[in-house]
Nanobody, 127 residues
Framework: QVQLVESGGGLVKPNDSLKLSCAAS???????MAWFRQAPGKDREFVAG????????YVVDSVKGRFAISRNNVINALYLEMNNLKPEDTAVYYC?????????????????????WGQGAQVTSPP
């Protein structure tokens, strides 16, 4: 089982951009990958997911057109490019890995389907 480490979080102004990275300790070709986020007092929510080979991606409507997920299976890394950040994007962002088939099921957005998590990266965009 791989270990995941996020980086790239920080404090930004509204409309700024930020790119999160997630480094895996081993091969990630066996996994569907995703980004989740959790704001204070709220449940962890799905943000974006990507199939094992990067051939298909999905982002939730609240970030569509602003965020993009990508992966590099050669260097075992996952990314979340975030543009036009808003105060409501403030949260701890987590990368997650789950079995390949998860991406193609109706439960792909459920955190329960992912069994490996990073420690999280704080992204703050004050009003």
């Amino acid at each position: 089982q791989v270990q995941l480490v996020e980086s790239g979080g920080g404090l930004v102004k509204p409309n700024d951009s930020l790119k999160l990275s997630c480094a895996a300790s081993g091969r990630i070709t066996e996994y569907a990958m995703a980004w989740f986020r959790q704001a204070p007092g709220k449940d962890r929510e799905f943000v974006a997911g990507i199939a094992w080979n990067g051939g298909s991606t999905y982002v939730v409507d609240s970030v569509k057109g602003r965020f993009a997920i990508s992966r590099n299976n050669v260097i075992n890394a996952l990314y979340l490019e975030m543009n036009n950040l808003k105060p409501e994007d403030t949260a701890v962002y987590y990368c997650a890995a789950g079995p390949r088939h998860v991406y193609h099921t109706e439960n792909y957005a459920s955190p329960w389907e992912y069994d490996t998590w990073g420690q999280g990266a704080q992204v703050t965009s004050p009003p």
